[in-house]
Each structure stands twice: as structure tokens, then as C-alpha cells.
């Protein structure tokens, strides 16, 4: 066979998007039937959730896109199937890109716009209330964004449902976590806030994805999943059906990889049987970019291309992302693999969601086209952005209450660490115009001058981009400038010229010939040099251009003007006014201390050093050390796993060497990951994890380092010792298996909270606060539990030290001894609770006898079982802290009906054995 396109070879979404063909008017030029008359295709079901689009509005909108599809020819409907939809001018249909953007923790895309938390940041918060404020300032900022530009309301994220079940996966940052309830309750909150609460218009889709089972990235087109039924059902499955079944969330996204040897684009066991026939989904189904291509290469599941767009589109997937349906559609009809039937069907189920857009309204019948664009970046949404980052830090460690620091000791302050001075957003974010690193956020809260000590200008110093140009992690640690095309421009901040007669810019590109043309002033000001940037080799590989400046004194803002071929030219990283001449280290002054920055190290390089020795020396003489360390997209992201989760580099040797230096010395974890920080945990006073917390972190981070807020935030997945008490990697068992390879420890150990055995470096749901709780008067309404019956249990929480502060309470059950292994608990329920010094307040929780957890999966009748006997009941500040406890006694299930969560429904199941 011949070589397969470049294009095809496992790149992230976004750069398939960027090279992907429109081929929508060759597929209409190539096959021109009659309209098929399908004007009254069958509808969906009704909707299952208590939220979301009304069935009259469903309705309507579905008969109005099956009007349209009747219209169309076969070939127009083919070419409908792909994310770039053409126009069909002759019904008046606009063309539509089904790929919108992405919105995993704000829109991606260049300022402004507003940076939120990561998933993985922000679900520490525990505060469902906090992803629907968020998320709806998100599709607020979208619709404005639309409004203006017209840019359209599909997005493909969020939310990422492949939980946090191995840190070892590239993309764990985009998880909610590693527990399926509160990862499910997460989600609803965040499809609610972006799709809005309007009965019959959509504000913007969410997109549940990826399903499923898709937790490893390095082989993510090419592997596939061993699941067994338990694990399918009652761990993999659950947040994706709390999406449907709670929030009415109108996209999900088929995965790449295959699962038990059948592409998740191809199964329709997946796409249709569960998805729509048992959960009542009534969206459209979209690829992953190049997804449906990945059935024919290199799953190899089928052996054409247009069998494998009619393996999709039988499945029940309706929209690829990238081409192979709208290429090969034709043929699959053609050899009758497919029928003109199904894919009118899928058209509809496309056009419908544009429908409840409002698309085909007039603008004033549509609420949401009352937002205005002063939302966006607007002061609310930056300090929406602070409250988010300030409620997802984690307080860890905290001995003899070295936290919080008080600043009237202070006189120097050495911040150290590679990820201090650059504001890391983590992958899939915008360019927000504010970006507060660590460093800046301490020297800020001190009253200190930001003494920068880089002799580089790096992206932090933006303060304006082109559309579609964004900022991503730098294999050379920090932040480059990336997506770069024709065209494009961004704008610094004004820097000093005077003394200057060269300038040097840092770049990477596989190409050759793109130009960087420098103005001051303005876009169209003086033009003060122009650099070629030649081919290095890739788009992280550097090299540093420079030309010679002249004539220019004084302060002035730049502009780069990007010029070159292709989609994407060039990536920046950062520049240098020559010759650079260090600035005076500063001294303090009566009631402002100075607050050094020095990195000591890059995130994962070999020891500098040079580098390391100014460091250490910095810590040395300061009064105190905040060492901010952590992982980067350099270490893990999207397409790249990590072997270990130790921190990279010199990193802990640094860490070891600061402390020796001065005790007084306290690390923030600033990652986009969980990081084995086992040596720290046993010496350092005080650790705090701050897991990239979008735009204004740097000022969370200081908030609660000295005292501004009480850290409330619980762990939202178990921070492991070391790779050795996982499982292997490719081990999709959260339920352990005595017939699976143990760990490297020897010990066939189960994953998550919920099952594994050993003793972790933080367990699930922890988390410290400056203040003390006290729980008491554990109550349940009743003390049985029966088939349609629930059970209210209460407790009392108190605030009982000196400052407010927020505490989880955390619901768990132990299920009854059953036949099979169950988790040793389960969360059930959570609430956050902010009390004032000495409050008191009574909190409630309900426990239906539908809950999933108190069911399990029965392999043998292929549903859901429920072991009747004493169910413990435990309250709890973390899954390893239980304050109450009390027993409730589960009654047998004596009529289905009124029994588990995945009642069994006649559909079938198919050889994924299921």
C-alpha cells in the first residue's frame, strides 16, 4: 500500500483543523442525484433530562431541518458530513464550520478573552456552582464572540470525561478528576453554563468526550482498550451519562482509540445503542479530527476508506472532523454500504442544533443575541477568573502553621523555581490580555517592584494578538507564541530602546522564508527591521535570528507582522533588545521588601550551573524561599504521556539545595499535573498545590500564601509515591484483577481511591484550611432503604478556629458483602460549606435507592444488581478522614423497575461483550 498522507499521522486536533482541506464542493460537483424527499424524517426521542431544549422546541426544530435536508441532493448531504459544511446558496443554507473553537477553561483564541482554571485546577474546588458561573461567562464571551464575527457556537470542548485514572496520561489537566460522581456532577454544571438555560434556544453546545476510553495518548489512533463489563458500566460510563441524562448536552465526540478491537467511530453499540437507544441522547455525534480515517489506518478495522466512512456513519457518528465522509460517502452509497437514509438522518440531527441556535431566527426572537461584547474580558469575568483560581488551590502541607506568611517580617523575598516567572495556562487555552505569573502575584501582594531579571522578553509581556494566535508551552520551559499564520501580528508592551542597536527574536519553523516585519508604535508605524526565519527543524526546535536596529530611543510598544506560506508559519518565543545590560539589584526599602526571581533551573534540562548557584545563593540571603516547581506541556499534553510522575530536571535538586540553605521555605506546586513530591512532603514546612489556575494565578497564589484567602480546595484524584504502586499503563482495570500483570511493586493493585490498597502521598478529596471543622450529629431519616424509597442524612459542621473558611463534606458508602469486589467507599454526595469563625450549620444530603454506587454490575444477566445487607454510611473531609459514620440496611430490589441506574433494555449488545 502506499504512503499514507503526513496529515494523518496522530496530530492534535487543532493542527489537523489548520491543514484540513474543505472538499465540500468537489463531493457536490462529483454526484448529482434528485432530492431524496425525506422531508419527514423519524424524530429523536424525547428528552431524558429535567433541564435543557423543550421537546415542542426539539420537535420543531427537527421537522425545520428535515425540511431543509429534503431539499438537498444526495451529493449536498455528503458534503454536510464534514466540520467545514459548504454553503448550498439555492435554500438559502450558509456554510457552517462545525468546529467552532475549543473552550476546555475559556475560548481559545487571541485576546481578549478570558482564562479560566484548568479542569483539573478547578474541580478541586468542589463547588459545582462555581463551573456553571464560569461556564456561563465562557458562552457568554462565545456568543459575544459570534455576534461579532460570526464565528459559530460548536465547540468541541468541554468536557474531557476520560478521567483521571492514570497521571500518566498526557491529558490528565483536562480531567475532572478521578471519580465519576463528582466528575459527573462537574459536567452537568458545565454543559448547563454553556448551552444555556433558555427552554428553546441553545446558547452554545458542549461536547462530552472523548467516548471512550480514551486514556493513553502516544497510541491513541492505533491502540485499543481491554475493558471489562464492571468496569465499562460502573467507572468509564458514568459522567457521560450524567451529561445526557441531567443536562441534555447536545454533542458528544467519538474517540480515536478502538475499544476490545472495535474503533469507537465504528461501534455502534457505543454511538447508538447506549448513547440514544438507552440513555436518550438526542444530539449529533462528531469524530475526533481524522478519527473516522484512523478506522481504515491504522486500526486497520476495515481495508477502504469508503468503508470506513460507512462504518461511521452506521455506527451512528454524523459529523467527521476532517474529510474521509465527505470524500467517500458517495462511494460507501454507491455499494449500497451505506444508505442515502442514513446519512439525511445525521444532516438533520446537524441542522437541528443549528436550528436551536437560532440560526434561521431573527436576531431579536434569540435571548442570547441581547450579550453584549463588553463581556468579554470584562471585570466581572476577571474576577469570576480570580475566584476560580483562588478556590481551586489546595493547601497540602502545613506544619506548625508556617502558613499563612506575615509580611511585616519580610525585608527580600526569593521566588525560585522554573515555573515562577511565566503564567502557565496549560494546553487548549486563549491569550487573555491579563497573565499573572507566580512571581508577579507575590511582588504585587509585597507592594515590590517586579524586578525582572530575564534577559528575554517573553509572551507574558503581550498585550495584543491577531485572530487564531495563541500561546502554548515551550519545549525550552516557559511560553512560546504559537498558531501563527499569514498575516498575523501581535503587540508587546512598550520597552526601552534607548542604547539599543539590535534586536534578536528566538523562532522555530519547518518551513522556510517566513519574515518577521518590526514596527514601533503601531501596526503600520515605523518599520525598525525585518528577520527571515529559516527552517529549524520543527516547531519546537529554536534558533535565534537578529538584525540591526537604529534611530530609536526611548519607550516603545513593537508589533511583529508575520509573512509566509501555509496555515502556520512560525512559532515565537521570545525577543532581546541588544545590547541587554542587567538591571541593579534592587535593595529594600522601609516597608517594601524586594522580591527576587531566580528560575535555577528549566522544567526538565540538565542542571545549569550557573543558573542553580544564583539560585541557591538568592534563597540563601532571603528571609524567605517560595520555590514554584512543577510539570509543563513540555512533559506531558495532548499526543504525550510521561513515564514517571516525578518532578523533571533538576527540579528536586534544586528543591533539596534552597532548603539547605534557608529552612524557611515553602513549595507551590504550580503544574498541569500531580507530581510524587515525596522528599518535600517529609521535610519542607508547607507545600501548596496550584495546578495552572488560568490568567490571574500569580494573585491566587499570593492571596492565600499570605493570608488574603483561606485555601479551601480537596484533592480531586490520589497523588501516588511513585509509578510503582500503578497498574501498567495500558491496564484499563479500576477494579482490581488477580488474572491482570500486578504492579511493579508486585501487588495487583486496583486504581483510584476506591480501590487501590496502598498508602498515597495525598489521598482523594484532602485538602487543609488555616482554620479548623468540627463535625457532629450524624442523623438518617430512616434506617432502611427500599426499592423508590430515599434516605436524608444530615450532619452539623462548625467552623471552630480563627479565620472563615470553606470545608467539603464528603458523603461516601461501603456496599454491603457482596459476591464480587467493591470499592473499600464510594462517594455518593459533597457539598461546599463557607463558615465564619464559630458558624455552625446543618447539611444535608440524599440517598436514593437508585444511587449507582450502592449497584454493580452483573456480568452474567447484563444489568445492574443490587446486594441487599448493611450499607455504612460515612461522612468525611477526605476519602481517607472520616468524622461520622452510621449504617443503613439495603432491602432486596424486588421489582427492576424501581431498581439500578442502567435499567436492561432490549437492545443489543454487541461483540464488544458488554
Known sequence: MADLPAAHNGIDRRTFIAGATVVGAAVMTGCATQPSGENHLAMESSKSSPVGISDAAYKK????????????????????????????????????NYYSGEALHGLVRGGPVTSFPLPLAMVCSWNPALALAVYTAVSDEARAYNKKDNVGLSYYSPQTLNLHRDPRWGRCEEAPGEDPCLAGTWAVNVVRGMQGDDPTYLKTTACAKHFICNNT?????????????????????????????????????????????????????????LLRDRWGFRGYVTSDCDAVYNIFNPHRYVPTLHQAA???????????????????????????????????????RLLTVRVLFGEFDSPE????????????????????????????????????NFLPLQKSELKTVAVVGPMGGACHLGGYSGSPFVHISPYAGIAEALGAKVYNTHEHVWPDELQGLSAGVQTQASSEGGTNIGWIGNGSWVEYKPQEFTGKNRIAIRVASPGNGAVIHVHVDS?????????????????????????????????????????????????????????????????????????????????????????????????????LVILVCGVDQSVDCEGHDRKNIKLPGAQHELIQACFKANPKTVLVLNTNNTVAVNWEQENLPAIVSAIFAGQAQGTAIADVLFGNYNPGGKTCCTWYKSVDQLPPFHNYDIIPSSQKQPSKSGQVSGRTYMYFEGEPLYPFGYGLSYTSFQYSDLHISQATLAGGESVVISASITNTGLYAGAEVMQLYVQAPKSPVVRPIKQLVGFQRVELKSGESRRVEFTLPYTEQALWYWHETQRQFVLQPGILKVLVGSSSADIKLNTFITLQPCTDQRLGGPETLTTATINSVVL
Open 61 to 96: 426544530a427537527w421537522q425545520r431541518a428535515a425540511g431543509m435536508v429534503g431539499k438537498m441532493t444526495l451529493a449536498e448531504k455528503i458534503a454536510q458530513t464534514g466540520n467545514n459544511a459548504p454553503a448550498i446558496k439555492r435554500i438559502g443554507l450558509p456554510a457552517y
Open 217 to 273: 495518548d502516544d497510541d491513541r489512533t492505533s491502540v485499543s482498550a481491554s475493558v471489562n463489563p464492571r468496569n465499562f458500566w460502573e467507572y468509564y460510563t458514568r459522567a457521560y451519562r450524567a451529561c445526557v441524562s441531567d443536562a441534555d448536552v447536545f454533542t458528544f465526540m467519538s474517540a480515536y482509540n478502538s475499544i476490545n478491537g472495535i474503533p469507537c467511530s465504528a461501534d455502534r453499540f457505543l454511538l447508538t445503542n
Open 310 to 348: 460507512a462504518a461511521a456513519m452506521q455506527a451512528g457518528c454524523d459529523l467527521n472532523c476532517g474529510d474521509t465522509m465527505p470524500k467517500h460517502l458517495g462511494k460507501a452509497v454507491a455499494d449500497e454500504l451505506v444508505s442515502e437514509a442514513d446519512i439525511s438522518r445525521a444532516v438533520t
Open 365 to 400: 426572537s434569540v435571548p442570547y443575541n441581547t450579550i453584549s461584547f463588553d463581556v468579554v474580558d470584562s471585570p466581572t469575568h476577571r474576577e469570576l477568573a480570580l475566584d476560580a483560581a483562588r478556590q481551586s488551590i489546595v493547601l497540602l502541607k502545613n506544619d506548625n
Open 523 to 623: 501596526l503600520d508605524g515605523r518599520q525598525i527591521a525585518t528577520l527571515t526565519v529559516p527552517h529549524t527543524g520543527g516547531w519546537q526546535n529554536w534558533t535565534t535570528v537578529s538584525a540591526p536596529i537604529s534611530g530609536v530611543h526611548g519607550k516603545h510598544k513593537i508589533f511583529f507582522e508575520f509573512v509566509g506560506k501555509g496555515q502556520t508559519v512560525c512559532n515565537v518565543e521570545w525577543f532581546q533588545l541588544q545590547p541587554f545590560v542587567a538591571a541593579p539589584t534592587p535593595q529594600p526599602t522601609p516597608g517594601r521588601p524586594v522580591v527576587i526571581f531566580k528560575p535555577g533551573c528549566t522544567v526538565q534540562g540538565a542542571k545549569d550551573e550557573k543558573m542553580f548557584a544564583e539560585a541557591v545563593d538568592a534563597a540563601k540571603h532571603a528571609d
